[in-house]
Each structure stands twice: as C-alpha cells, then as structure tokens.
C-alpha cells in the first residue's frame, strides 16, 4: 500500500506542488511597495504585512495551488467560448496555434492620494464589447450561489429582506464589494469606463454575468485605504483588525496566526 501511494499520479501531483510552495516559503523575499487592485477592498492589516516583507505564516497548499491552476484553466476556457460565441473582445490575445490566452491590459501608475504618493498595479482578464460599450472584463471562479451576493452587492441601497438576522447587503458587502473595488482600479487606470463580472461556477459548469458602469466613489474608497496603509508603512504602526478571528476573511489569510498572535509567528 505504501509503494502504491508512493507512486499515485494524485499523490505525486499534490506532492509536487507542495514542494513548489515550500521552496518559494523558503525563498520569501520582501516585495515591492506596490498596491495590488485585487487589494482594493481587502484587509489593510493584510495587506500592511504583506508590504512590510513579513513571510506568509505556513507555505500557500497544494490544494490550495491545485484551486488556483484549475482556474486558470476556467478563464481561458470561458474566453475561448466567448470568441467562439462571436463576442467582440478585446484586450486580449487568443493564440489558436498555441491555445494560450495573453492579457495585454495591466500596468502600474503612481498615484498621489490624501497627501501620499505610491504605485497601484493591475491586470484585467480583458475586455468585451456589450452594445456600444467597451467593458474590463473580470472572471471570477465561484458557486452559483456567490452571484446572488454579488448582485446584491452592486445593489446596495435597495431595500432588502433579512437572512439569518443579517441584512444580505451587508453580507455582501464584506464579501463581494472587493470585486467592484478591484475592477474600478482596472477601468480607471485604464480608461474604461464599464465593467463585466463574469462568475464562473465550475462545479455546475455555469455561467453569470453582471455588466455596470464603474462608480468613481469605488476608485476613490480604494485609493483611501491604499493611502491609509501606505501611511502605515512609514510609521511601521500596524492597522486595526478589520475582521473576526473566526470570520472567513481570517481563516484564509497567510497571516492569520501572526495578527492573531499566535506561537512563533506572532507579532512582538
């Protein structure tokens, strides 16, 4: 039994990304200070570690590298479909020789904002005609169930009914508006005015989408807390935690033993 799991193709490839993630947790290096647009809505106390060069407290899994690659695959496989369905796309290069998919919308920019200057990078998964208007496209890899939420997200301030004793827009919010945040990055680095969230379900091989205009005051939240933590960064004082130590935010964060001051990898 134990040569035969020595040698399962499932276990060797879960083995090997293991490895991977390990050699690249041995090899952590401190980043650039430069603001990611996926990190528009995220924790600041987050990204505050990730910017002062602090090591993720445990290697990213194999599981977890195995959720990654598998949507990747997702992306390319939707814009594939849409070029075969005749969408008019665009900020991308579709190679049919190859099969490979290469975004050409990404770049950084230096911003001035509430008194602090710093780079913002991003990368769109490209862009789509709808109607008349050109659109950054944004593919995401979740359940169905997720666009729910991210509908009521883009309609905050509707009124709503309560789920479970919380009102569905606020769950929404702390989930999902990082999305919109991440896209008004996008679009207004870019010049784009509209974007299209297309949410991938892959364990029901479905698809959803939600087209709308970029709102400025979604940039402009995001440029706040980017200053914010920029500031931070000067003063090597770190944020306020933003979420419960038992929240889903927490449970997924590389640094979630070390804001929580736990064993070796706590704070001092």
Request: proline letters at 5%; aromatic letters at 12%.
């Amino acid at each position: 039994m134990e040569d035969l799991m020595k040698h399962d193709p499932c276990t060797r490839v879960k083995d090997h990304l293991e490895d991977i993630s390990n050699n690249e947790h041995a090899l952590h290096k401190p980043p650039p200070i430069r603001f990611r647009a996926s990190e528009g809505g995220a924790c600041s106390l987050a990204v505050w570690f990730r910017l002062m060069g602090f090591k993720p407290d445990y290697p990213f899994s194999g599981r977890g590298r195995l959720i990654t690659n598998d949507g990747d695959v997702a992306h390319d496989v939707v814009r594939w479909q849409m070029q075969a369905a005749g969408c008019e796309l665009f900020d991308l290069d579709l190679n049919d020789a190859t099969g490979e998919v290469t975004e050409t919308n990404f770049g950084r920019k230096e911003v001035e904002w509430n008194g602090e200057t710093f780079e913002v990078t991003w990368r769109s998964d490209g862009g789509v005609v709808i109607g008349e208007d050109r659109c950054t496209l944004e593919i995401k890899s979740l359940d169905g169930w997720s666009f729910k939420y991210i509908n009521d997200a883009h309609l905050l301030g509707k009124a709503m009914k309560y789920l479970r004793g919380k009102p569905p827009y606020k769950r929404a919010y702390n989930k999902y508006m990082k999305f919109f945040y991440q896209q008004a990055i996008t679009g207004t680095m870019s010049g784009i005015e509209n974007a299209y969230l297309l949410l991938k379900d892959r364990s029901m091989c479905d698809m959803f989408g939600l087209k709308y205009k970029i709102k400025p005051a979604d940039f402009e939240y995001a440029m706040d807390g980017f200053a914010f933590v920029n500031e931070r960064l000067r003063t090597g004082e770190p944020p306020m935690q933003e979420y419960t130590e038992k929240s889903k935010p927490c449970s997924f964060c590389p640094f979630r033993d070390r804001c929580w001051k736990k064993g070796d990898h706590a704070v001092s």
